[in-house]
T-cell receptor, first 113, second 113 residues
Framework: ETGVTQSPTHLIKTRGQQVTLRCSSQSGHNTVSWYQQALGQGPQFIFQYYREEENGRGNFPPRFSGLQFPNYSSELNVNALELDDSALYLC????????????FGSGTRLTVV | AQSVTQLDSQVPVFEEAPVELRCNYSSSVSVYLFWYVQYPNQGLQLLLKYLSGSTLVKGINGFEAEFNKSQTSFHLRKPSVHISDTAEYFCAASTSGTYKYIFGTGTRLKVLA
């Protein structure tokens, strides 16, 4: 059973640029959620994808968008990067609504300069 | 609104001593509760979860937690800690049918030799 894999592991971008982060969900999971974890904070829910459609969204602006593909992998796109977007971005997969717990990836560390 | 509070940002404890990490939640409806551990530069690993039934929940690595509805708490305990337990611990809550977790701000457990 493979876990959740994320790429890249680290990324440095300039303010105003765009970035795409990728996630492969755990085998057998059909739901992918993305979380942002700022330094010293707990993860904050960005959005969730189920059957290729956004299934819920947290308090993040529209410049945060995502996709889920037929194989349940997912992308997180962030446009017009701001310094405050610097964080660890965690992808988590689950079966359904994650009542029984997510499986998290190791994250992508994004630094915006 | 639902919220999760971890009052202790850091907990130092000597090796082989017991430890308790505190978590309180607020919710007007039934909740599911989780504890996750995060080792440096890694994602989150599920330690244990409370969905329903017995209020004492046992998890991996010798950890356990007790759900107390009257005190709206879900404290994590371990009778004897090891150096390898040094990590960040996050409490999280969700409600039935929802798609997102609300995380606390985390407690850094530092086990001293």
């Amino acid at each position: 059973e493979t876990g959740v894999t994320q790429s890249p592991t680290h990324l440095i971008k300039t303010r105003g640029q765009q970035v795409t982060l990728r996630c492969s969900s755990q085998s057998g999971h059909n739901t992918v959620s993305w979380y942002q974890q700022a330094l010293g904070q707990g993860p904050q829910f960005i959005f969730q994808y189920y059957r290729e459609e956004e299934n819920g969204r947290g308090n993040f602006p529209p410049r945060f968008s995502g996709l889920q593909f037929p194989n349940y992998s997912s992308e997180l796109n962030v446009n017009a990067l701001e310094l405050d977007d610097s964080a660890l971005y965690l992808c988590a997969s689950s079966w359904g609504t994650a009542t029984y717990g997510y499986t998290f990836g190791s994250g992508t560390r994004l630094t915006v300069v | 609104a639902q919220s999760v509070t971890q009052l202790d940002s850091q907990v130092p404890v000597f090796e082989e001593a017991p430890v308790e990490l505190r978590c309180n939640y607020s919710s007007s409806v039934s909740v599911y509760l989780f504890w996750y551990v995060q080792y440096p530069n890694q994602g989150l690993q599920l330690l244990l979860k409370y969905l329903s039934g017995s209020t004492l929940v046992k998890g991996i690595n010798g950890f356990e937690a007790e759900f107390n509805k009257s005190q709206t708490s879900f404290h994590l305990r371990k009778p004897s800690v090891h150096i390898s337990d040094t990590a960040e611990y996050f409490c999280a809550a969700s409600t039935s049918g929802t798609y997102k977790y609300i995380f606390g701000t985390g407690t850094r457990l530092k086990v001293l030799a």
